[in-house]
């Protein structure tokens, strides 16, 4: 599910009114990964929060404040109904994927 949700944001014309749509389904994206980690490691955990501060602890060479970054934005579009301004999302969606991608390296090496 995760390489379907970044494939779809990456094929679609993002623009002003459908970025703040865009910005949680990438960030669903590197979560859904993030889940898999954690219960590759016998973790079940249902907080964000959670999520970031054990992999923290296995992986800390990746950069988990911007997954906190990244999870606040998300926070603020989904809860509060807060309009992502579309240069900005665009960033993040790229940042997004290039975290997963860095975290998909090195479980890659470690395989």
Not at 41 to 63: D, Q
Not at 74 to 99: A, H, L, T, V
Request: charged share 25%; net charge neutral; aromatic share 12%.
């Amino acid at each position: 599910m995760s390489d379907i949700k970044e494939t779809v944001v990456k094929e679609t014309v993002l623009d002003e009114n459908n970025i703040s749509a865009f910005v949680p389904m990438a960030y669903d994206s590197l979560r859904e990964i993030l889940e898999a980690v954690c219960i590759m490691n016998s973790y079940k955990v249902v907080s964000h929060i959670c999520i970031e501060k054990l992999l923290e602890t296995i992986y800390p060479g990746l950069r988990w404040h911007d997954f906190d970054r990244f999870r606040y934005i998300r926070n603020n579009i989904n809860y509060y109904g807060k309009k992502m301004d579309f240069n900005q999302g665009k960033e993040i969606i790229k940042n997004i994927f290039n975290f997963k991608a860095d975290l998909l390296k090195i479980l890659n090496s470690l395989l």
